[in-house]
């Protein structure tokens, strides 16, 4: 044996690619608390630029493993004057290398998320490793005893930041105790998240779902931003999914397959349903007040009376009521934009609602609801899903007190999804409408939201309080981070990474269904997700494979 090979072997050489497979160690603990984190000094082989905030790192302490989530990068040096009187060493590799990792050196500061023990128990940070702890890149088996392995209730979202082989299982019977929130700036990708979650539910059977699909993103299929179609719920799951439309003929335009057509009738709509309809059609106190006289007065058909505009009518009603003549003008013409909704009728057929509570209660079935030409109109958009939240929200509650308890009777878990959240949970609003009473029992009544939005701040904070889990895309607002992060565990630190995401194809998740907030690169949407489902024959999926290509496997299609 050679000298060279005895220093080898009693001093390793420490290769700055190894790393990287989750082998070799980062460097030591070196300060910190526990309420502000860990500084760790990077070894002087360890290349600073493949850090990044997200990524997760492991404490190897005396008695347990600590995982961490890096939040910040930052380069430091034993000599403050080197800063002011930085070192001519370009080109001199031979001083660089004299400098690097001695004078002048990186530290990542960690934020302790979890303590995994001996038994291999993840458990809450209580306390910090001690000084010169070693810290390793996290690897497969580090992540998979945190979040555990796929199973009847646990589902497969995506993939945590440089570990792309290893996965993220999110607890979905956690995730739908309580309601959830998907947020992100225009063009992150919300409706493509929202569309994994919502297909690991419905094949998991871990509920059902009520789906207001304002731009038919989730139903038949979809067209993404690079011109692809992708398969909506009901190509993957035909015998879990019924699909509603209120316009057949946008429907049969895109060649979209809908089970029936929803219609409402005008003396079916209630006063409490236009009360949501506050801000959008701008309605005053004094014309919410006419509303609800009229409906007293006039009765079911109050609507098409008013609409109609007989003399006597308007006559009779500045004689007989307090509602000012402004006022009631005032309604008419908000209201007339209802004449050109086509799916509003003097006679509705046999009624929808009841129809759909079948659907969800005794065939257990989830419902996407698509809205054709009238998702560009945000109040038919919130008219609808309100009218019918509303007395979907009666009937679980009915079905839950005859059930008293018993399990074996009561309705399965509904999650109903919003997009443009913060139009129905607005603070002025929030405590009077039906999405703010969900939101606030939690699953009482087994019901919960599942709300899309790009706008959390303008969600009521009380309302906020109660989403369990956030799966959150990238954000830029400074108010909309702090909505997202009121009330999460370790806060700052979580700031920069939020901050720092991709535009696409990254998102975090925090909250009831993890445990631990974790950055993950979300599941493709591509064939291989579609084949992952056992109700997938092998005719579909070959099917599926030669409508994308051999070529498409790594596209996210959005």
Known sequence: MTDAENLDQWFPR??????????????????????????????????????????????????????????????DSTNPAIQSDPPNVAGDDFLSAIYSGSVAYGTVHVA??????????????????????????????????????????????????????TRINLDLRRLVERSVG???????????????????????????????????????QITSENGYSVKGLKQLFDSKVTILTLDAESSRRRNAKFDFEVKLG????????????????????????????????????????????????????????????????????????????????????????????????????????EFGRYGNSLDAYMLVANYLTRRIHEAYVEHMEKALGDAAHEPPQLLITIEEAHKFLDPKIANQTTFGIIAREMRKYNVTLLVVDQRPSAIDE??????????????????????????????????????????????????????MPVVIRPRTYDEDFYASFENLSPATTSRIRKTLGTGDTDRRLR
């Open 462 to 515: 009380e309302v906020m309080s109660q989403v369990g889990t956030r799966v959150t895309a990238l954000l830029d607002n400074e108010r909309d981070i702090n909505a997202v992060l009121n009330g999460i565990s370790g806060a700052g630190g979580l700031r920069e990474v939020l901050a720092r995401l991709d535009t696409k194809q990254q998102a975090i998740i925090m909250g009831h269904a993890v445990p």
């Open 112 to 165: 302790p998320m979890l303590s995994i023990e001996l038994d291999g128990a993840p458990k809450p940070v209580k306390t910090i490793p001690s000084h010169f702890m070693p810290v390793f890149s996290a690897s497969a088996e580090d992540v998979n005893d945190v979040f555990g392995t796929e199973d009847a209730t646990h589902f497969h979202v995506g993939a945590p930041l440089e570990l792309e082989h």
């Open 266 to 369: 005008y003396d079916e709509v209630e006063p409490e349903d236009l009360e949501q309809l506050r801000v959008t059609m701008n309605f005053s106190d004094a014309m919410i007040d006419a509303i609800h006289t009229l409906s007293k007065r006039w009765g079911k058909g109050w609507i098409r009376r008013l609409l109609k505009g007989d003399p006597d009518d308007i006559e009779d009603l500045e004689m007989n009521t307090t509602i000012a003549s402004g006022t009631l003008i005032a309604v008419q013409r908000r209201m007339e934009r209802f004449e050109r909704w086509d799916f509003l009728v003097a006679e509705a057929p046999p009624d929808s609602v009841k129809q759909i509570i079948s659907i969800l209660v005794d065939q257990q079935k989830s419902v996407v609801l």
């Open 14 to 75: 420490n290769d700055p690619t190894a790393y990287q497979t989750g082998i070799e160690r980062l460097g030591v603990v070196v300060g910190g608390s526990l309420s502000k984190g860990l500084v760790v000094k990077l070894d002087p082989l360890v290349s600073i630029e493949d850090l990044a905030v997200g990524r997760y790192v492991v404490v190897h302490g005396t008695h347990k493993r600590f995982f961490c989530m890096i939040n910040d990068v930052t380069l």
């Open 182 to 220: 998907v947020f992100g700036k225009s063009g992150t990708g919300k409706s493509f998240l929202t569309r994994v979650l919502l297909a690991g539910l419905i094949h998991k059977g871990v509920g059902v779902s009520l789906i207001f699909d304002m731009h038919n993103d989730y139903g038949w």
